[in-house]
């Protein structure tokens, strides 16, 4: 996907185009206001023409404007490829998992993009670990179980739903509880564990894609 000719100007369009690596042809998402912005141009948004809702509406690019349902996008956890898992209680906190047997329990890191802080959505949920090839997997449903990696199996306790709107994790087999970051934990090594989903920063996070 690139804005053709590379132009900068609002309305110029966006296009297929065989991939040659430059920068109207890389894409940044802003999480925050859900903005996707050509990398040759930050203060240009994509852009659906007049907000419309036929199918086949041509994409452009438009001075961004904030709030403008016309220039928001969500790149949902749905979507392929590999991610982190960042907490937002930290900056630059990644959901990382240090060891390869099965059981080990998952903790916070700095991020630095290595096999062990990537997952891939599989199934209906699941997170897999790129290192190990094995999934995010809730211990039990208590209070303070142990988030540990397990082979995956689609099993309920694998299987996680992401709450765009707080931002929260949830295992399906038990909703009312959340992912969360032991104590609020701002220092590399915290444990992640299974609690009562309260809405604090220790239960939110984001998907950034590779």
Known sequence: MEVAG?????????????????????????????????????NMCLDV???SWDNGS?????????NNPNQQFDLSPYWGGETN???LNRNNFCVDQPESFQTSVFTMWDCYRGVNQ????????GLRVSKT???????????????HQWSCHGG??????????DKSLRPVSNIWRCLDVSGGSQTNGAKLQLYDCNGTPAQQFEFFYT
């Open 85 to 87: 898992i960042r907490a």
């Open 118 to 125: 990537l997952f891939t959505r599989i199934g209906d949920g």
């Open 6 to 42: 590379g132009q900068t100007g609002n309305g110029a369009a966006v296009q297929q185009w065989a991939c040659v690596g430059l920068s109207h042809q890389k894409w940044i998402y802003n999480n925050g206001d859900k903005t996707i912005r050509p990398a040759h141009a930050p």
């Open 156 to 165: 309920s306790n694998q299987n996680w739903v992401y709450n765009p709107r």
């Open 133 to 147: 090839g094995m999934c995010l997997d809730a211990s039990d449903n208590r209070n303070g179980a142990p988030i």
């Open 49 to 51: 023409p007049g907000g």
């Open 58 to 66: 041509k994409m452009q690019i438009w001075e961004c404007i904030a």
